[in-house]
């Protein structure tokens, strides 16, 4: 079975200071993970993907996250926010074994104050 | 420049009107998928078209019913909705159904409200 959390449904940072989304996951299989960002009135954008390959994966707009497989945990981070950093945050867990399923997390809304 | 353009971005409807709403891939794409995105909830997978075909259903409603002309084109035809119904609709692409390695690729969807 296959599962994602995300920690918190928001968070709050001031600009310039650093910015740490978290999600874990559950997965029996190998996952894929990825998280993706919407903006207002927005689609949802990919930010970055784990596919088993280098588990720290930097993605777009300054954004990284680190695969823990110890701690079942792949929290995106960033050193400094920007205003334009707002926006609803989601990670997403996919595999291809033991079933076909990609699974969404509920989001997680980061607020960025001035 | 998403790549997927869905239309229209706004839809004011009535319970008793019949529309559509229209999603085109320029990515190549074989399989699409419909999301309904309501406040508060999880990100709700509908349909899943995989190389014209409907290979899944979410237990949706059959006042939704979607279709699939061709790989680059997926509609959603909606007939004698309910208020709850009102909710962004998001279409997404990924380059092939069952690999999880493909990430999907959203458009900027349909902000649909019942009357």
């Known amino acids: 079975a296959q599962s994602v959390t995300q920690l918190d449904s928001h968070v709050s940072v001031s600009e310039g200071t650093p910015v740490l989304l978290r999600c874990n996951y559950s997965?029996?299989?190998?996952?894929?993970l990825f998280w993706y960002v919407q903006h207002p009135n927005k689609g949802l954008q990919l930010l970055l993907k784990?596919?088993?390959?280098?588990?720290l994966v930097k993605g777009i707009n300054g954004f990284e996250a680190e695969f823990k497989k110890s701690e079942t945990s792949f929290h995106l981070t960033k050193p400094s926010a920007h205003m334009s950093d707002a926006a609803e945050y989601f990670c997403?867990?996919?595999?291809?074994?033991?079933?076909?399923?990609?699974?969404f997390g509920a989001g997680t809304r980061l607020f960025v104050k001035a | 420049e998403t790549g997927v353009t869905q239309t229209p971005r706004h839809l004011v409807m009535g319970m008793t009107n019949k529309k559509s709403l229209k999603c085109e891939q320029h990515?190549?794409?074989?399989?699409m998928y419909w999301y309904k995105q309501s406040a508060k909830k999880p990100l709700e997978l509908m349909f899943v078209?995989?190389?014209?075909?409907?290979?899944e259903n979410n237990s949706v409603p059959s006042r939704f019913s979607p279709e699939c002309p061709n790989s680059s084109h997926l509609f959603l035809h909606l007939h004698t909705l309910q208020p709850e119904d009102s909710a962004l609709y998001l279409c997404?692409?990924?380059?092939?159904?069952?690999?999880?390695?493909?990430?999907?690729?959203f458009g900027d969807g349909t902000r649909l409200s019942i009357l």
């Open positions: 784990y596919t088993s390959a280098a588990t």
């Open positions: 997404a692409s990924s380059q092939k159904w069952l690999d999880g390695n493909q990430p999907q690729h």
């Open positions: 997965s029996s299989y190998s996952p894929s």
């Open positions: 990515l190549g794409h074989n399989a």
């Open positions: 078209y995989s190389l014209e075909e409907r290979v």
């Open positions: 997403v867990v996919s595999s291809n074994t033991g079933g076909f399923k990609t699974i």
